[in-house]
């Protein structure tokens, strides 16, 4: 069974990251949600408290398929300055595992020349970090290992896509249909 870790810092946008934990545990899909401090306890962006299952030190990532990152300006910012959490970035990426980013926090991907010559989509103001992207307008993209997508409005999408990379395609689409999205 595929494991798929969702980071949470310190502002990040609740919906984003939650749907994700949501619609891929109902397709069946191991999630982890890591805080990224070795305090489990993350506020989100709108001060909405969660308790992740584990912390960052504590997370075997061999066991990782792949990571995800919510967006939310603060929380983005803080996922970016973990240090631990960008050389896995990194790690991921190079192994061709999987990596997602949502809203603000696609430019992280930017940011770390991941992005270049791929097709990937971010919050409006955010396309400008998207460096060497073919930017898009659509509510998500996947370039090989790498998803994007542009904010909390297309989260069940971004949420399906990355779950369609885990379990068949019929499993995804009873659990759409199961939610009323399609």
Same mark, same amino acid.
């Given at each position: 069974?595929?494991?798929?870790?969702?980071?949470?810092?310190?502002?990040?946008?609740?919906?984003?990251?939650?749907?994700?934990?949501?619609?891929?545990?109902?397709?069946?899909?191991?999630?982890?949600?890591?805080?990224?401090?070795?305090?489990?306890?993350?506020?989100?962006?709108?001060?909405?408290?969660?308790?992740?299952?584990?912390?960052?030190?504590?997370?075997?990532?061999?066991?990782?398929?792949?990571?995800?990152?919510?967006?939310?300006?603060?929380?983005?910012?803080?996922?970016?300055?973990?240090?631990?959490?960008?050389?896995?970035?990194?790690?991921?990426? $190079? %192994? @061709?595992?999987? =990596?997602?980013?949502?809203?603000?926090?696609? *430019? +992280?991907?930017?940011?770390?020349? #991941?992005?270049?010559?791929?097709?990937?989509?971010?919050?409006?103001?955010?396309?400008?970090?998207?460096?060497?992207?073919?930017?898009?307008?659509?509510?998500?993209? $996947? %370039? @090989?290992?790498? =998803?994007?997508?542009?904010?909390?409005?297309? *989260? +069940?999408?971004?949420?399906?896509? #990355?779950?369609?990379?885990?379990?068949?395609?019929?499993?995804?689409?009873?659990?759409?249909?199961?939610?009323?999205?399609?």
């Amino acid at each position: 069974m595929a494991t798929i870790a969702v980071m949470l810092a310190e502002g990040f946008e609740e919906i984003e990251g939650l749907t994700v934990v949501d619609i891929c545990r109902r397709c069946g899909i191991e999630v982890v949600t890591v805080s990224i401090t070795d305090d489990r306890n993350v506020m989100g962006s709108h001060k909405i408290p969660v308790i992740a299952d584990e912390v960052f030190a504590n997370v075997d990532f061999d066991k990782v398929d792949m990571i995800v990152l919510p967006g939310g300006l603060r929380g983005t910012q803080n996922l970016e300055a973990c240090e631990p959490l960008m050389k896995k970035i990194d790690e991921f990426y $190079k %192994s @061709d595992k999987y =990596i997602a980013a949502i809203c603000a926090a696609p *430019s +992280i991907f930017g940011h770390r020349d #991941i992005l270049n010559g791929r097709v990937a989509c971010s919050y409006p103001s955010f396309e400008g970090h998207l460096a060497g992207a073919v930017v898009s307008r659509n509510p998500v993209e $996947k %370039s @090989d290992n790498v =998803i994007t997508g542009r904010g909390m409005g297309v *989260s +069940i999408e971004f949420a399906l896509k #990355i779950a369609e990379q885990f379990v068949d395609a019929e499993k995804v689409e009873d659990v759409a249909v199961g939610i009323i999205y399609r």
